[in-house]
């Protein structure tokens, strides 16, 4: 409501009123000769007094108007922040929806990818066994290969140890033959006798036993020596 058209119902009041008084002041001066009637001076404050009236209430009419406008700004201001808050409620909206759609998202991804790490984790998981009874074995194999060569050193340092034993008994037996030789011709002037010969023919006995142990030994050697070849 403006402040022109709520002055005018109080302009028509103030006219209504200053007519009324002149009005009745003029029909007072008419009956001037009854005890009651006003005269003229009673007419003027009469005016005045209800000017004044009129002044007071347009007065407070204009404060009430003003108080209006206030409240009417007030109110057209409140309304625009209402209308901000609730357009920045539903953008807020918006936005959270949206986040909680990304969320679902990647929810779903994570869920995805979860489950793609527990195949993987049980693929592994079975590969690891896999890899640990394949070591397993191959450390058995490895462990039998060790005893395998250890046992091969021990066998090929044997069968040269007889070798040389052998190639040993075999000088002494070639010098005991020759004195036995000798003792058994009778024209020797060395001094031979037949313990020379008995000695020869322990020679040979020793020889016969290192031979047979010689050959015992090649055989085993052989045969480990063909299982490492398996290998």
């Given amino acids: ?15 209504a009123l200053i007519a ?10 008419k009956i001037e000769k009854s005890a009651s009637a006003p005269n003229l001076l ?6 005045q007094a209800q000017t004044e009236q009129i002044k007071k209430s347009e007065q407070q009419n204009q404060l009430l108007v003003a108080s209006n406008e206030k409240q009417s700004q007030q109110l057209e201001q409140t309304t625009k922040d209402l209308t901000a808050m609730t357009e920045l409620v539903d953008k807020q909206k918006k936005e959270f929806s949206a986040q909680l759609t990304l969320l679902a998202e990647k929810k779903q991804k994570l869920a995805a990818t979860t489950q793609k790490l527990e195949v993987t984790k049980k693929k592994l998981n079975t590969e690891v066994v896999k890899l640990k009874t394949a070591t397993t074995k191959q450390q058995v194999v490895i462990d039998k290969s060790q005893q395998y ?3 091969q050193a021990e066998m090929q340092a044997n ?7 052998i190639a040993e008994l075999k000088q002494a037996a070639k010098g005991f033959k020759k004195a036995c030789d000798e003792f058994k011709s009778g024209n020797s002037w060395n001094w031979v006798s037949q313990k020379d010969c008995d000695n020869y023919d322990q020679q040979l006995e020793l020889l016969k036993d290192k031979q047979a142990l010689l050959n015992s030994q090649q ?6 020596n063909a299982e490492i070849g398996k290998k």
Avoid at 1 to 15: V, Y
Avoid at 20 to 29: A, E, F, L, Q, R
Avoid at 219 to 224: D, E, K, M, R, S
């Fill in 42 to 47: 009673t007419c003027q404050q009469q005016v």
């Fill in 219 to 224: 055989q085993a050697l052989a045969v480990i």
């Fill in 1 to 15: 409501m403006s402040t022109t058209t709520s002055k005018k119902p109080l302009l028509f009041s103030f006219l």
């Fill in 149 to 151: 060569f250890k046992r």
């Fill in 20 to 29: 009324g008084g002149v009005i009745g002041c003029g029909v007072g001066m």
């Fill in 159 to 165: 069968v040269k140890a007889t070798q040389a034993n």
